[in-house]
């Protein structure tokens, strides 16, 4: 069984900063793809950015340039770095671990989610 973490959100103003982890723990497939998702209330839920062992990663257009994710493979953890935080960014952000980079299939295991809110 494998677990996912998250940590990190809370409340910041727009223009703000966050950084998001996801802590993996369990039975873990040597090499992976993880990723972070969001889901704002009554929306679907989307794909923020992906990256592979290898370093190659994906973003969502509505993020490029302002967020970066990486991993740090021997702890087993994910984060995602966000500047310039929009009110639109707002969502209840996911953990995702799957075993191939199809980011927008689902599958993979999900954790918990953090909230991120951007409000004055």
């Known amino acids: 069984q494998v677990q996912l973490v998250e940590s990190g959100g809370g409340l910041v103003q727009p223009g703000g900063s966050l950084r998001l982890s996801c802590v993996v723990s369990?039975?873990?497939?040597?090499?992976?793809?993880m990723g972070w998702y969001r889901q704002a209330p009554g929306k679907e839920r989307e794909l923020v950015a992906g990256?592979?062992?290898?370093?190659?990663?994906n973003y969502a257009d509505a993020v490029k340039g302002r967020f970066t994710i990486s991993r740090e493979n021997a702890k087993n953890t994910v984060y995602l770095q966000m500047n310039s935080l929009k009110p639109e960014d707002t969502a209840v952000y996911y953990c995702n671990l799957r075993s191939s980079p199809r980011w927008y299939l689902p599958g993979g295991s999900w954790g918990q989610g953090t909230q991120v809110t951007v409000s004055s």
């Open positions: 369990g039975s873990i497939v040597s090499i992976n793809a």
């Open positions: 990256i592979l062992r290898t370093g190659i990663t």
